[in-house]
């Protein structure tokens, strides 16, 4: 008898351990996430399995693109080193369970914002680092020169669990055409099966097809159709709860976007302290004391524009360089005619 | 006193233990979703789904709810586990009498084909299947007809639609026909018990079930037009197929892949099932004057089969499992429509991941239902 007492009070006790862990996991609040990532020593970034331009590897492993320089311009301000940040790729249907399960900290993959998922799953957007929108891509020799001539029937390929799978079908519904949607779990499937003749059209946001095109064994008997059927605002994606770190995310975005209106750049940035314009000061942590609220220190803001550099010199360098999107069209700041246009940082 | 404690108090704590646990789990998962503003419910299944899918085999569109979507899901899983599953048990089943023959080319080749087959990544297969079918396969315009009327195309494998008038008919005929079939094989069971009698109830059985359907052709009204495919232009360079049927060429693969994979595993468990039965049986029905078909039908196959079927159900079940598969490929399976689109766009995952393991699981337990009822009926009966 007094053994299966002492088996009981063992059991309890364990439970009583359990369940003390638990509490505690569960009273934990305000900005967890950057202690945590502070102790890590890493920021975790969930991006894309390989889009040129918004984040892909190359051979070494070394991540480039503006969805990426957004994780850097984080691990920047918290770490003070934009080269530590842990990548994640991850498929359409995959990344906002990755987000919501704790797996990353911060979703920098072509993410449209929408209303339901910003409201519905646990998630909040912070800001878009590009304007974007649907469009279709069809083989030169078709003829097709405009989405108005496609018949019914037309098959099409596209991604899984993207709003592009919703916006086509708004779009073929409303034109009151039947379409047969062939729809694949990763990009180069898409790719692949488009290429070999699978499908008549090929549909994604047009940052996608301009970069997906370079990836068929023929680019140039393809072409892009000037219409879009869709807005997408993509931006990076954190989880909701953490208003802290959601702050640093989105302020660290757009660091990088006022530092170009204000024209102070990666080579710039120590030479502006001397600024006598007070809103670069603040923008290169000589005047005031902005890192206090998400609590960092002064020169957050300098790091990111001395490491990642200003939007304009991310999107240079990966977009326009690169020869995917050479003009920026309404990715512009505001005072050139585009539409990027960011709360002050004051 | 003393005994009734030690035999229950450990299974009473151990049943606690593990509802604490999922207990544990559950409030876990609660809290976290509470802290993050997830709502857990069921409720989204009613809603529009807005999407649109393939190749369904009900009437499906955009405009109609989760649940819909999650039913064609699942009719397109059952659809390819049933095609497949009858492929691969007639390719099984011919794969492992081919590797007992005693022809060395036969034996050898049937080996070959279990070896090979079997140790390759069905992942991979399914993969070469699709791309490698895609590439060789001509554009519809350049198709050939295979038979006349079907095209095999880059776009899938186009073949007439039946159109049939008066199809009530035919179905009470045919109804009619395989009652009469049962009826007679009973009558024949106790003719030979009773009176030593035999009648070709075979030969019967074919007839029956040839001119009871045609006397419905012929007084009853029915008839069977078909829909033959017709090509039609999209643009300059792409054309489609438009009437009668076209099955996608992810099915197809799907199909391809997953029976010839899995035929390797049924053929091993019927070559074991034959081996298993030992010679002197053979031997003994023989010499009783059973014929060589008798021996096989009457003495060889039931006790082969007893050793085959449990083995077999399992390569049923792994079957219907790896059907899963097919979103690798675009195939609208269950995974696909329901655990993959309708999860992205509702966020639901804890709901529609559960949802997704246990149809996945009450398919499993069906089918294993199923071949176990067989199993009992097959097994030695001890009086």
Same mark, same amino acid.
């Given at each position: 008898?007094?053994?299966i007492?002492k088996?009981?009070?063992s ?16 009273a934990?609040?305000k ?29 070494s492993?070394?991540w ?33 369970t990755?987000?919501?399960?704790g797996?990353?900290?911060i ?25 974007d ?19 019914n029937?037309?098959?099409v390929?596209?991604n ?5 799978e919703?916006?086509m ?8 055409i039947?379409y ?8 180069d ?28 064994s ?7 159709l ?9 931006g990076?994606v954190?989880?909701?709860?953490d ?11 757009n660091?990088m ?18 600024s ?48 995917i999107l ?16 960011v709360?002050?940082?004051? | 006193?003393n ?7 450990p ?16 409030l876990?998962?609660?809290?976290n979703?509470?802290n ?7 409720g ?11 190749f ?15 039913l ?5 899983t059952?659809?390819v ?13 011919i ?7 005693s ?34 396969l001509?554009?519809p315009?350049k ?11 880059v ?17 009470y005929c ?43 052709f ?9 829909e ?11 054309y ?9 060429p992810?099915?197809?693969?799907l199909v ?21 039965v030992?010679?002197?049986?053979k ?6 004057? &059973? %014929?060589? *078909?008798?021996? @096989?039908?009457?003495? !060889?196959m039931?006790?082969? $089969? ?5 083995? +077999? ?5 792994? &079957? %219907?499992? *790896?059907?899963? @598969?097919?979103?690798? !490929?675009?195939y609208?399976? $269950?995974?696909?429509v329901?655990?993959? +689109? ?5 966020g ?6 559960s949802?997704t393991?246990?149809?996945?699981l ?22």
């Open positions: 008898m007094f053994k007492i088996q009981l009070t059991v309890v006790a364990m439970f009583a351990v359990l369940f003390a862990f638990s509490t505690e996991t569960m934990a609040k900005s967890k996430t950057l202690e945590n990532t502070k102790k890590r020593g890493f920021v975790r970034c969930g991006v894309s399995q390989g889009l040129p331009g918004f984040s892909n590897a190359d051979e492993g070394n480039t693109g503006i969805d990426v320089d957004v994780c850097r311009a984080v691990a920047a301000a918290t770490l003070g080193d934009a080269t530590k940040v842990k990548f994640t790729p991850l498929s359409a249907k995959e990344r906002f990755a987000l919501t399960s797996e990353i900290d979703l920098s993959r072509n993410t449209t914002w929408t209303l339901s998922r910003d409201a519905d799953i646990g998630l909040t957007f912070v800001g878009v680092n590009f304007y929108g649907q469009g279709f891509m069809v083989r030169k020799g078709s003829g097709i020169a405009s989405t108005s001539e496609f018949k029937g037309t098959s390929c596209t899984l669990g993207t709003t592009t919703l916006n079908r708004d779009f073929f519904d409303s034109k009151g039947s047969e949607p062939v729809v694949f779990e990763k990009a499937e898409v790719v692949a099966a488009y290429d070999a003749g699978r499908c008549d059209t090929y549909t994604t946001d047009k940052s996608g097809l301009a970069a997906q095109r370079t990836k068929l023929a680019p140039d008997d393809h072409v892009v000037p219409e879009t059927i869709s807005k997408e605002p993509l990076p954190v989880r909701q709860g208003s802290v770190w959601e702050d640093i995310v989105r302020w660290s975005l660091t976007i006022e530092a170009e209106e204000y024209g102070v750049n990666s080579s710039n940035a120590d030479m502006m302290k001397t006598n314009n007070p809103a670069i000061k603040r923008l290169v942590g000589a005047e005031g004391e902005l890192g206090a609220a998400f609590g960092l220190d002064n020169d957050w803001n300098l790091r990111i524009i001395k490491q990642v550099g200003n939007y304009g010199e991310s999107y240079k360098r990966n977009i326009a360089d690169t020869g050479p003009d920026r069209g309404p990715n512009e700041l505001w005072t050139k005619g585009g539409i990027l246009y709360p002050p940082a004051r | 006193m005994n009734i404690i030690k035999k229950y108090i299974q009473i704590l151990a049943i606690l233990f593990v509802v604490l646990i999922f207990g544990f789990l559950t876990n998962a609660q809290t979703m509470d993050r503003g997830i709502d857990f419910g069921f989204f299944l009613s809603q529009e789904s807005s999407f649109d899918v393939q369904s085999l009900i009437e499906y569109s955009g405009s109609d709810s989760y649940a819909r979507a999650f064609v899901g699942l009719l397109n059952l659809l586990s049933f095609i497949s599953i009858i492929f691969c048990t007639i390719l099984g089943v794969i492992g009498v081919a590797r007992l023959s022809n060395y080319l036969i034996k050898n080749s049937a080996a070959w084909y279990v070896e090979f087959f079997r140790n390759i990544p069905l992942l991979l297969q399914i993969f070469f299947w699709y791309y490698a079918a895609l590439r060789a001509p554009m315009e198709a050939n007809a295979w038979f006349g009327v079907t095209y095999m195309t776009k899938g494998y186009y073949i007439p639609a039946m159109v049939w008038e008066n199809l009530n008919v035919f179905l045919a109804l009619a026909a395989i009652i009469s079939i049962i009826v007679l094989r009973n009558y024949a069971n106790k003719l030979r018990d009773t009176q030593g009698k035999q009648i070709p109830v075979l030969l019967y059985s074919v007839a029956l079930l040839i001119v009871l359907p045609l006397l419905s012929l007084f009853g009204g029915v008839s069977l037009g078909f033959i495919p017709e090509l039609k232009k999209l643009s300059k360079i792409s489609i197929y438009e009437g009668g049927i076209s099955l996608p992810e099915l197809i693969a391809l892949a997953l029976s010839l994979y899995t035929s390797t595993f049924v053929a091993e468990c019927v070559r074991a099932g034959i081996e298993g030992s010679k002197g049986q031997e003994a029905a023989a010499s009783v004057g &059973l %014929t060589p *078909n008798q021996v @096989l039908k009457l003495v !060889i039931p006790q082969a $089969l007893r050793i085959i079927i449990p083995p +077999t159900t399992n390569q049923y079940l792994n &079957l %219907t499992k *790896n059907s899963s @598969l097919a979103a690798a !490929i675009a609208p399976d $269950l995974v696909l329901f655990a993959g +689109t309708a999860l992205m766009q509702t639901k995952a804890i709901e529609i991941v949802i393991m246990l149809t996945y009450t398919i499993s337990l069906t089918i294993a239902a199923i071949m176990n009822w067989y199993n009992k009926k097959i097994e030695i009966k001890e009086k």
